[in-house]
């Protein structure tokens, strides 16, 4: 692992404006004289409690806004798969909505539901995981100065999985909501049942997992990296003191706002 920091460490370099970090209690450090766990150095700790919250907190945060947006994807898959007729986000609204009626602006929303849920408790709970078992592979020092590096490997790793867990159900959404009206089934159980036993030809549940891998696992590292950045640029230029001195109110703002 030694070996692996020094190579990277222009993602990251150490910032001269960045306090070090501060020494942590005894009874931390008293954990382990050999070796240092990450889990341990947070406040709250980074328990298996700890991580099931970040998971919920995935859940909501995906789940909830990607069906919120169901009718908007649904225009934007027709408007890749027949970008003649679905020529723009009004205009393919009020086709589908003419065709099919206003209920078909809403096909696919309960894989959607599903999958997009199953994602973001693995997305964020994961990511929590992650980055806490690569800091105690790095060590305490490494860990901080190599804080970058860390932060693109467990959002990397976390979305691996999160797509393993979405990829199914995001064929199903697809599929659901790009089938002319009458050719596929709407319904959750019968369209699984319909991909299932066309499987040789949809090439279900995990046909579309590395297009997927591609997408997405560039994108959920950025993403991670400059939350992660700008929640520090917070604690060091706007609110200089220890984050555990500001009540949970503002904690969440800053994490909001970033």
Known sequence: ????????????????????PKARPASVLA???AK??????????????YYGKCMIGGILSCGLTHTGITPLDVVKCNMQV????YNGLLPGLKTIASEEGAGALFKGWAPTAIGYSAQGMCKFGFYEFFKDFYSSMAGEENAYKYRGAIYLAGSASAEFFAD??????????????TSPAGTFPVE???AVAAMKANSAETRFPFGS???LWSRQIPYTMAKFFFFEKVVEAFYTYVFTEPKSSYPKSTQLGITFAS
């Open 188 to 190: 959750l159980g019968p």
């Open 82 to 85: 027949n970008p003649a007729k």
């Open 209 to 211: 997992l590395v297009p």
């Open 1 to 20: 692992m030694s070996a692996f920091f020094p190579v990277i460490s222009s993602l990251n370099p150490a910032a001269p404006s960045v306090a070090a």
């Open 164 to 177: 393993m867990a979405l990829c199914p159900m995001e064929m199903v959404k697809v599929k659901v909501q």
């Open 31 to 33: 954990t382990s004289a």
């Open 36 to 49: 240092w766990d990450a889990r341990l150095s947070h406040d709250p700790i980074h328990d298996n409690a």
